[in-house]
Every structure is written in structure tokens, then in C-alpha cells.
């Protein structure tokens, strides 16, 4: 059929259209390789031919493509998953294509097969694609033993997204107790072991390092100096912001540092010796002791030069 003549827009050049169309479809025979491929199909199974050197061929050919040698006429079936070979992104599918949103076209190499099979992979996005993806066919639920039996292929599910949530009530001894009734009043108590000498906050009932009771109660002051550190990309109802730092922050007079949120500066200015101060939360929000280190929001620069520690 031809559409009548017309003027090109540019040039003034005559041009036509011509379109080639068989009305009722162009009819072929299969044989026995192909047609035994495409009645599997109808079937939902996938099946390759294997050569006289023994690959497997998928989709089969009725000839060994490196020899010339007929196939030997011995299917077996493959897949049905396979793994993405190379693959080129679809943005803005045509209308004859087989999907009618952005996918991939991929050489897909089934299990058990030697050789790669061109079919769309619906993947969603094209960040999604990768070489050595496991995807699996989506079968049509009326099939008429054509390779669109396959709507397409999909990639297995490796992830899954699980709530994961714990509830649990911690009562304080009394070591923690004491230590949560000073943050519960704006202030850090600590205990200072008679034997070493070495402070230690939180506030504890012996020394870990001479095992004898300490009895002596040091009241320390909320300014402080980063040990060490971690940027968190994961939110914390606690956490200021996300990408949030928790750190491990030496309280002046202390021996041990003790793990607290820091605020008040990008993630990523926060460093080693950096001096910090505690930012309390006003006294008539706070939770009364001894409940709760909420008390402290988190700690903030202090501007000071970085200690060396």
C-alpha cells in the first residue's frame, strides 16, 4: 500500500510512505526444532537442543552454529531461571514492543544452556540491571506456543524489607540509678576508685581494673572531647538528623569516655579531639530519674581548639 505523495517540509522534495502488510499475517511451518521450542512454550517449559558436541542450544537451531552439523534432535529442558548477560535500556517502549513501560532488552544464558536467549526483562528501573542478574520468565496465563508466552522476565527476589522492632524495660541497678538521678538535674556524677585513682562515668560500685568497691562520688563537668566516632545512615527517633554521629566523648576528669549523640554540625565535621558540650533539655521537660538518658539531647561544638588526645 502507498499513501499518496506529498512535499518534504524542508527541501520541497516529493516523498511517500509505503507500508508492507500481509492482511491475514504471514504463515511458515516451524519443523520439528523450532516447532517443538514453541509448543514447550504453549506447555510453560523452556527446552534447548543439544549438538553433537554436546552444548545446548537456546533457543535450539536445527544446525550447530561453530560446525554446520545438524543438532541430534535430543531436547532438554533448561532454566527456568538464567542470568543476565549484557542488557540495553528501553526509556520509551514502541508500540510493538512487549512491554508498554520502560524495560530491558537482555541476553539472558539459562540454567543448563550454553548459549543466551534475547527476551525484555521488566525490572522497574534501569539501576536495577546489572550483568550476572537471576531473573525468572513471566508467563502469559493464555499461551498459543509463541516466544511472547513469555510476558517477560523478572528478577528473582534477593531482599526484603522486614520490620524489625524490640520492646523491652531495663530497670536501672544501683550504680545506674545514682548516675541517671544526676542527668535527671543537669549533671554528670561519676566515682573515683581509692585504690588507682581513676575516675569513671557512668557512675559505677567498683573498678574494673582493681576490682575493690569505690565508695567516692566525683561530680564531672559537661564539656568533653571526641575519642572516636561513627556517621549512622540509618534514622534514630533520638537522632537529630540523618546521617547522624554517635560518639565516644571524654568527659573533663574522666578516664573512660561514655557514648552519646552528637549535634549542632554536619556529619561530616565531626572529628577526633573535637571538644563538645552537652546540650541538656530545658528542666521542666525533662523525665524525671531515673528513667531515662533522654534527659540529654545530644552534644554540641564548643568552638574550642581540638585536643590532642
Same mark, same amino acid.
Given at each position: 500500500?502507498?499513501?499518496?505523495?506529498?512535499?518534504?517540509?524542508?527541501?520541497?522534495?516529493?516523498?511517500?510512505?509505503?507500508?508492507?502488510?500481509?492482511?491475514?499475517?504471514?504463515?511458515?511451518?516451524?519443523?520439528?526444532?523450532?516447532?517443538?521450542?514453541?509448543? &514447550?512454550?504453549?506447555? #510453560?517449559?523452556?527446552?534447548?537442543?543439544?549438538?553433537?558436541?554436546?552444548?545446548? %542450544?537456546?533457543?535450539?537451531? !536445527?544446525?550447530?552454529?561453530?560446525?554446520?552439523?545438524?543438532?541430534?534432535? !535430543?531436547?532438554? !529442558?533448561?532454566?527456568?531461571?538464567?542470568?543476565?548477560? /549484557?542488557?540495553?535500556?528501553?526509556?520509551?517502549?514502541?508500540?510493538?514492543?512487549?512491554?508498554?513501560?520502560?524495560?530491558?532488552? #537482555?541476553?539472558?544464558? %539459562?540454567?543448563?544452556?550454553?548459549?543466551?536467549?534475547?527476551?525484555?526483562?521488566?525490572?522497574?528501573?534501569?539501576?536495577?540491571?546489572?550483568?550476572? %542478574?537471576?531473573?525468572?520468565? @513471566?508467563?502469559?496465563? &493464555?499461551?498459543?506456543?509463541?516466544?511472547?508466552?513469555?510476558?517477560?522476565?523478572?528478577?528473582?527476589?534477593?531482599?526484603?524489607? /522486614?520490620?524489625?522492632?524490640?520492646?523491652? @524495660? %531495663?530497670?536501672?541497678?544501683?550504680?545506674?540509678?545514682?548516675?541517671? !538521678?544526676?542527668?535527671?538535674?543537669?549533671?554528670?556524677?561519676?566515682?573515683?576508685?581509692?585504690?588507682?585513682?581513676?575516675?569513671?562515668?557512668?557512675?559505677?560500685?567498683?573498678?574494673?581494673?582493681?576490682?575493690?568497691?569505690?565508695?567516692?562520688?566525683? @561530680?564531672?563537668?559537661?564539656?568533653?572531647?571526641?575519642?572516636?566516632?561513627?556517621? =549512622? =545512615?540509618?534514622?534514630?527517633?533520638?537522632?537529630?538528623?540523618?546521617?547522624?554521629?554517635? #560518639?565516644?566523648?571524654?568527659?573533663?576528669?574522666?578516664?573512660?569516655?561514655?557514648?552519646?549523640?552528637?549535634?549542632?554540625?554536619?556529619?561530616? &565535621?565531626?572529628?577526633?579531639?573535637?571538644?563538645?558540650?552537652?546540650?541538656?533539655?530545658?528542666? &521542666?521537660?525533662?523525665?524525671?530519674?531515673?528513667?531515662?538518658?533522654? =534527659?540529654?539531647?545530644?552534644?554540641?561544638?564548643?568552638?574550642?581548639?581540638?585536643?590532642?588526645?
Amino acid at each position: 500500500m502507498t499513501v499518496p505523495s506529498e512535499a518534504g517540509p524542508a527541501t520541497g522534495e516529493t516523498v511517500a510512505d509505503h507500508v508492507l502488510e500481509f492482511p491475514g499475517g504471514y504463515t511458515r511451518t516451524t519443523g520439528p526444532v523450532i516447532g517443538r521450542f514453541l509448543t &514447550e512454550l504453549r506447555d #510453560a517449559r523452556i527446552v534447548g537442543v543439544r549438538t553433537a558436541g554436546g552444548r545446548v %542450544l537456546v533457543p535450539p537451531l !536445527e544446525h550447530d552454529p561453530d560446525t554446520g552439523e545438524e543438532v541430534t534432535g !535430543e531436547f532438554t !529442558e533448561v532454566g527456568p531461571a538464567g542470568t543476565v548477560e /549484557s542488557w540495553a535500556w528501553v526509556q520509551a517502549p514502541l508500540p510493538g514492543h512487549p512491554l508498554d513501560r520502560p524495560f530491558a532488552w #537482555a541476553l539472558i544464558r %539459562l540454567d543448563g544452556a550454553d548459549t543466551a536467549l534475547v527476551h525484555a526483562v521488566d525490572a522497574g528501573d534501569a539501576r536495577a540491571m546489572r550483568p550476572g %542478574l537471576r531473573v525468572r520468565p @513471566r508467563w502469559r496465563a &493464555e499461551r498459543s506456543g509463541h516466544i511472547t508466552d513469555i510476558e517477560g522476565f523478572v528478577p528473582e527476589v534477593t531482599r526484603i524489607v /522486614s520490620p524489625v522492632r524490640a520492646d523491652y @524495660r %531495663l530497670r536501672p541497678g544501683r550504680a545506674l540509678a545514682r548516675f541517671l !538521678e544526676g542527668v535527671a538535674d543537669g549533671v554528670f556524677l561519676g566515682c573515683r576508685c581509692g585504690s588507682c585513682g581513676k575516675v569513671y562515668v557512668p557512675y559505677r560500685l567498683s573498678c574494673p581494673e582493681c576490682g575493690v568497691p569505690i565508695t567516692e562520688e566525683v @561530680r564531672l563537668p559537661d564539656t568533653g572531647t571526641v575519642t572516636t566516632f561513627a556517621i =549512622n =545512615n540509618l534514622p534514630d527517633p533520638r537522632a537529630p538528623e540523618v546521617p547522624f554521629v554517635s #560518639a565516644y566523648i571524654q568527659l573533663d576528669g574522666a578516664d573512660i569516655p561514655m557514648i552519646a549523640l552528637v549535634g549542632g554540625v554536619p556529619a561530616h &565535621e565531626v572529628r577526633q579531639g573535637m571538644r563538645v558540650r552537652a546540650v541538656w533539655v530545658p528542666p &521542666e521537660e525533662r523525665v524525671p530519674a531515673p528513667h531515662s538518658m533522654q =534527659n540529654i539531647r545530644w552534644f554540641a561544638p564548643t568552638g574550642e581548639p581540638d585536643a590532642e588526645l
